[in-house]
C-alpha cells in the first residue's frame, strides 16, 4: 500500500479543493438572505469596503444566475468566479475522465488577467486610496 502525505498533494489538486469549496458553500448559502452579510475584517476595522467587500455576496449571486447582483456587490465577482470554476474543472475533469487537465489560452488568460487588474486597482483607489490622501 503506497504511504500517503501531504506533501504528495499536488498544488494544483489543492486550489481545485479549495475553489470547490467556495462554489458549493456560494451553491448552498440561500441568494437574498445573505445580502446584508459582511465578512470583510477591513470593513469591521476601518469602516471602509476594500475591493473585496461584497465577493461572498457577489459569489452567491453568481451561483444563483443573479448576474446583476453579483456585479453590484462587487465588479470584480465575475472576474474571480470564472477563475475559480476554472481551478475547479482543472482538478475535477482530469479524475472523470482521466486525460490531461485543461489550459487556457495565454491570450484569454492575459485579457482575464489585465481585466482582474484593471478592476480590482479602479475600486482599490474608489474605495481605499482617496481615504489615504
Not at 10 to 33: C, F, M, N, V, W
Not at 62 to 83: C, E, K, R, S
Request: proline fraction near 6%.
Amino acid at each position: 500500500m503506497p504511504k500517503f502525505s501531504v506533501s504528495s498533494i499536488r498544488k494544483e489538486d489543492i486550489e481545485g479543493i479549495i475553489a470547490s469549496g467556495a462554489l458549493i458553500t456560494s451553491a448552498i448559502l440561500p441568494h437574498g438572505q445573505v445580502d446584508s452579510l459582511n465578512l470583510c475584517p477591513w470593513y469591521h476595522l476601518t469602516g471602509h469596503q476594500c475591493p473585496f467587500c461584497g465577493m461572498t455576496r457577489g459569489f452567491v449571486a453568481m451561483t444563483h444566475i443573479d448576474f446583476q447582483a453579483a456585479i453590484d456587490f462587487n465588479l470584480g465577482t465575475p472576474l474571480v468566479y470564472v477563475a475559480f470554476v476554472y481551478f475547479s474543472l482543472r482538478t475535477i475533469i482530469p479524475v472523470i475522465v482521466g486525460g490531461k487537465e485543461i489550459q487556457i489560452p495565454k491570450p484569454a488568460y492575459n485579457i482575464w488577467l489585465v481585466s482582474t487588474i484593471v478592476v480590482f486597482g479602479v475600486m482599490a483607489w474608489e474605495r481605499i486610496g482617496r481615504y489615504l490622501l
